[in-house]
């Protein structure tokens, strides 16, 4: 079992619509919950970060968290064409190795979302 | 200059020679990581540091030699690399070793190998 998945893409929106990003995750000791965007041949931006089960909203993102079904998601309304990009959700997880306690982001494979005008 | 910095952007280099990439974080972090991403493959974590400690050798090969001299820079050295370690590769940096509240990405060196 891929320990970060999420939802096959690619995803095709058009403007003004809301696109819809899910992930789940396997470690239940995750703490913490991200979605990065890509641009092609860029590197990944944060643009959300999520600690707690509920609802978290900034701007045009919101992003949700249910720990209990270790799930994670990304709306986003009022699609634009300038969202067009991959977007990775990754997650947080303590880990040991070495003697050493220390976090590990690991990253699903990425949604392609496609906004058309 | 702000951020994470990499350099070079692009580097094509032949199988039996030896380059290195750079990175460097104006955060004032403490934790520092190298990714790889190559086409259709999740990101993919090659080492950590913490507190220029290494904690983390993702089962990379010798041929990737990391160093971390303090906890503002972080090196790759390349030597005698395969056509497949052409990607992406991408320095990051968090806060300290919990990496609780993300990472912040470099711009990332292309790497091709021919």
């Known amino acids: 079992q891929k320990e970060v998945e999420q939802n096959s893409g690619p995803l095709s929106v058009p403007e003004g619509a809301i696109a819809s990003l899910n992930c789940t995750y396997s470690d239940r000791v995750s703490q913490s919950f991200f979605w990065y965007r890509q641009y092609s041949g860029k590197s990944p931006e944060l643009i959300m970060s999520?600690?707690?089960?509920g609802d978290k909203e900034d701007g045009r993102f919101t992003a949700q968290l249910n720990k209990a079904s270790q799930y994670v998601s990304l709306l986003i309304r009022d699609s634009q064409p300038s969202d067009s990009a991959t977007y990775l959700c990754?997650?947080?997880?303590?880990?040991?190795?070495?003697?050493?306690?220390?976090?590990?982001?690991?990253f699903g494979q990425g949604t392609i979302l496609t906004v058309h005008p | 200059e702000t951020g994470v910095t990499q350099t070079p952007r692009h580097l094509v280099m032949g199988m039996t020679n030896k380059k290195s990439l750079k990175c460097e974080q104006h955060l004032g972090h403490n934790a520092m990581y190298w990714y790889k991403q190559s086409a259709k493959k999740p990101l993919e974590l090659m080492f950590v540091?913490?507190?220029?400690?290494?904690?983390e050798n993702n089962s990379v090969p010798s041929r990737f030699s990391p160093e971390c001299p303090n906890s503002s820079h972080l090196f790759l050295h390349l030597h005698t690399l395969q056509p497949e370690d052409s990607a992406l590769y991408l320095c990051?940096?968090?806060?300290?070793?919990?990496?609780?509240?993300?990472?912040?990405f470099g711009s990332g060196t292309r790497l091709t190998v021919v």
């Open positions: 990051a940096s968090s806060q300290d070793g919990t990496g609780f509240y993300g990472y912040t």
């Open positions: 540091y913490n507190f220029k400690e290494q904690t």
């Open positions: 999520i600690y707690s089960n």
């Open positions: 990754a997650v947080n997880h303590p880990t040991y190795a070495g003697g050493t306690s220390y976090g590990k982001l690991t």
